[in-house]
């Protein structure tokens, strides 16, 4: 799960430091390539990390319904730990110490936390296609945040956009689409609480919203202080995503309290092959997938990056539909549609914007260039 809000890292300036770095894109379209199959995988590893038989929901977890957001701690403060060694081997100590903190900083942190931990939630509780088309309404939801509070104009397309990611929405959760309701193609709005395979379905599809509002606010608040160091403000953010992961965690472990609702205290009895896969999503999710992140940040131009980003989607409903034989219909298909495009279109349109304006200024730079020439020749004469 990338910020497709944020301008490119700045770990880009050449040994010098001038700043004259020069991207590499192949390089870097490989990295977010790599980066978004490893944030792609998180269904998978969570569930390893979780079930009582990883391939049936129905059997349960060797845990209580809260070990995703606690399996999001870890994944989070991992995180920590490789942006502490990149701070120390990259010598920016004095940097993070020079770095005021701000309330934007410390929200963007808290809130991708706290989404986390909700989707790894959803990925349990609800299928796969659920829980990654939900959290994809965070682009359109950074949109929404920034002109309700930094009255940012919003275009036809991204009004547009907004109209596609919520009919996507009702396509993927099965209230619109092709045999609803008994019909050809028709409305349900009697939401489905509950599956053989997955009996807290309502609440995983829940938590698969709550998370992509909550990546939506993060990317909002990710907007701010554009003039951080990346690996700088890296530490701050991933510090606070584990608090906020860890509220989360607290929060529904407390539940555990409640008469009825004794499923959600933790109760981690983990076996072997859990602990395999909670290390793996640790370590994939987290300091691999990350430090490719950055890697495609320091080489792709921001609407690249943002557009690519969208492969995690892919990535996860192919383990849906692969390793956990979800079926994915064609109202999954044209929701994973819509929302995909109402969240990559923007991107795609600054992404081609972007190249011409590189070409436009190839094009002025190669002119100016020949007429110094001519002008050369002139006097020379």
């Given at each position: 799960m990338a910020d497709t809000n944020n301008k490119n890292p700045d770990m880009g300036n050449g040994k010098d430091g001038s700043g004259s770095y020069e991207m590499r894109l192949g390089f870097g379209t490989i990295a977010m390539l790599i980066s978004a199959t490893g944030m792609g995988l998180v269904p998978l590893f969570s569930r390893w990390a979780t079930r009582t038989d990883m391939f049936d929901g129905a059997a349960g977890f060797n845990a209580g319904d809260s070990i995703g957001a606690l399996m999001a701690v870890g994944r989070m403060g991992m995180g920590v730990l490789f942006f502490l060694i990149l701070m120390v081997a990259t010598h920016k100590v004095h940097v993070f110490k020079k770095l005021k903190l701000t309330p934007a900083i410390a929200l963007g942190g808290l809130m991708i936390g706290m989404s986390l931990a909700c989707y790894v939630t959803s990925t349990l509780l609800t299928t796969v296609s659920n829980a990654v088309l939900f959290i994809y309404i965070g682009p359109v939801i950074c949109v929404l945040l920034?002109?309700?509070?930094?009255?940012?104009?919003?275009?036809?397309?991204?009004?547009?956009?907004?109209?596609a990611v919520?009919?996507?929405?009702?396509?993927?959760?099965?209230?619109?689409?092709?045999?609803?309701?008994?019909?050809?193609?028709?409305?349900?709005?009697?939401?489905?609480?509950?599956?053989?395979?997955?009996?807290?379905?309502?609440?995983?599809?829940?938590?698969?919203?709550?998370?992509?509002?909550?990546?939506?606010?993060?990317?909002?608040?990710?907007?701010?202080?554009?003039?951080?160091?990346?690996?700088?403000?890296?530490?701050?953010?991933?510090?606070?995503?584990?608090?906020?992961?860890?509220?989360?965690?607290?929060?529904?472990?407390?539940?555990?309290?409640?008469?009825?609702?004794?499923?959600?205290?933790?109760?981690?009895?983990?076996?072997?092959?859990?602990?395999?896969g909670a290390v793996l999503l640790w370590i994939i999710c987290g300091p691999i997938a990350l430090g490719f992140?950055?890697?495609?940040?320091?080489?792709?131009?921001?609407?690249?990056?943002?557009?690519?980003?969208?492969?995690?989607?892919?990535?996860?409903?192919?383990?849906?539909?692969?390793?956990?034989?979800?079926?994915?219909?064609i109202n999954t298909a044209l929701g994973a549609i819509l929302i995909i495009g109402g969240g990559a279109i923007p991107s795609i349109k600054g992404m081609v914007a972007g190249r011409k304006q590189k070409q436009r200024e190839e094009i002025s730079e190669n002119l100016a260039a020949r007429l110094e020439e001519e002008a050369d020749k002139e006097n020379l004469r």
């Open positions: 920034a002109r309700i509070f930094r009255k940012e104009p919003m275009s036809p397309l991204q009004w547009i956009c907004l109209g919520f009919i996507g929405m009702l396509f993927g959760e099965g209230l619109l689409g092709f045999g609803v309701g008994g019909q050809a193609f028709g409305f349900d709005f009697n939401l489905v609480p509950s599956t053989p395979e997955f009996p807290m379905k309502g609440i995983g599809d829940a938590f698969g919203i709550a998370s992509g509002f909550f990546y939506g606010a993060s990317m909002f608040f990710n907007g701010y202080r554009k003039d951080a160091d990346t690996t700088a403000r890296g530490v701050w953010n991933f510090i606070f995503a584990v608090i906020g992961a860890g509220a989360i965690t607290i929060v529904l472990n407390s539940l555990g309290a409640t008469p009825g609702m004794e499923n959600w205290a933790l109760n981690v009895h983990f076996t072997t092959f859990n602990w395999i992140l950055l890697v495609a940040g320091r080489n792709l131009p921001a609407a690249d990056y943002g557009t690519i980003a969208y492969w995690e989607v892919p990535v996860a409903l192919f383990c849906g539909l692969v390793v956990f034989g979800e079926p994915f219909t």
